[in-house]
């Protein structure tokens, strides 16, 4: 079974740095897309960034400069270097993969159970 995991969440304060980490697992040939999405508390989850196997990214415009995605396809892995954050950063942080088993295989997305990211004033 998929899955992914994540790490690095934790309180911070204004202006400083936090790098989360997140390990794919399973039953996965490849992968074709990871990323990140946020969860403030009484709003809607949303995108962060994410990373195709090609190296192209995307980032939503509130992170654009302070963020930095990156994947380590050996390790089946995707970082999130946070910089310069904001207490409008604060959220649970999920990981997302798109993966499939084999190449006759669909691609589908399987998550993480999120990490908490606070940023004090």
């Not at 936090?18 to 897309?33: E, F, P």
Request: hydrophobic residues 35%; glycine residues 12%; charged residues 15%.
């Amino acid at each position: 079974q998929e899955q992914v995991v994540e790490s690095g969440g934790g309180l911070v304060q204004a202006g400083g740095s936090l790098r989360l980490s997140c390990v794919a697992s399973g039953n996965v040939l490849s992968i074709n897309l990871m990323g990140w999405y946020r969860q403030a508390p009484g709003k809607q989850r949303e995108l962060v960034a994410h990373i195709q196997n090609s190296g192209v990214t995307t980032y939503d415009d509130a992170v654009k400069g302070r963020f930095t995605i990156s994947r380590d396809d050996t390790k089946r892995t995707v970082y999130l270097q946070m910089n310069s954050l904001k207490p409008e950063d604060t959220g649970v942080y999920y990981c997302f993969a798109n993966g499939r088993a084999s190449l006759i295989s669909a691609y589908r997305s399987f998550w993480g159970q999120g990490t908490q990211v606070t940023v004090s004033t």
